[in-house]
């Protein structure tokens, strides 16, 4: 399985940013997907996920309201719009995939495979 991400890049606050991440090689049909985010210094976090199946959705209260995270099947791809950006959304952001796709962990550590990250730069 292959994650790639593309769609970051430096912002002003206050603007608009919309991440892809494409899956490959996928060999089963149901997972969850995840957005993730590592600011320098600081602890890799759970942003946004969803759940392939029927999609939904669940998010980090730091971003609810202002990103939103959907999904391709055609094109095996999920997304995340992220709106009224802050420059404390300045970090790298991960998507992930986790085969146990009955629930959406905020947990890391629970999903299996992660694409290379792709950098977000909001100033102020």
């Known amino acids: 399985v292959q994650l790639v991400e593309s769609g970051g890049g430096l912002v002003q606050a206050g603007g608009s940013l919309r991440l892809s991440c494409a899956a490959s090689?996928?060999?089963?049909?149901?997972?969850?997907m995840g957005w993730f985010r590592q600011a320098p210094g600081k602890e890799r976090e759970f942003v946004a996920g969803i759940r392939w199946i029927d999609r939904y959705t669940y998010y980090a209260e730091s971003v609810k309201g202002r990103f939103t995270i959907s999904r391709e099947s055609a094109k095996k791809t999920v997304y995340l719009q992220m709106n009224s950006l802050k420059p404390e959304d300045t970090a790298v952001y991960y998507c992930?995939?986790?085969?146990?796709?009955?629930?959406?962990?905020?947990?890391?550590?629970?999903?299996?495979?992660w694409g290379q990250g792709t950098q977000v730069t909001v100033s102020s």
């Open positions: 090689g996928l060999t089963f049909s149901d997972y969850s």
């Open positions: 992930a995939l986790d085969r146990v796709f009955s629930t959406i962990s905020t947990m890391a550590g629970r999903y299996d495979y």
